[in-house]
């Protein structure tokens, strides 16, 4: 198995690698305080990673938020089968 990840690794990185061969060319980026000349393959991973962290963060505070709710069912859950038992109890 551990393997198997190396090779998957491997393939990512020749992947990548292509990809910048690939992507070379300098673009022109205008940003709010400048310009700045960057590979396209930069521009690109950079774009990628913002992404992911974005998506990360959001998903985060959902999880967040699931969890706390999940919580707060099984304390209430928790309470109502004490509830019941305490009923049946002679």
């Known amino acids: 198995m551990r393997l198997l990840g190396w090779i998957f690794t491997l393939i990512i990185i020749i992947f990548g690698v292509a990809f910048s061969a690939l992507n070379a060319t300098t673009v022109n980026i205008n ?3 400048g310009k700045q000349d960057l590979p396209l393959s ?3 991973l950079i774009s990628f990673a913002v992404g992911i962290i974005l998506s990360i ?3 985060g505070t959902k999880i967040i938020s699931l969890t706390a709710k999940n919580k707060w069912l099984a304390s209430k859950l928790k309470k109502t089968e004490d509830h ?3 009923l049946e109890a002679p």
């Open 42 to 44: 930069v521009i690109i």
């Open 84 to 86: 019941i038992n305490h």
């Open 31 to 33: 940003y709010l305080l």
């Open 57 to 59: 963060l959001i998903l």
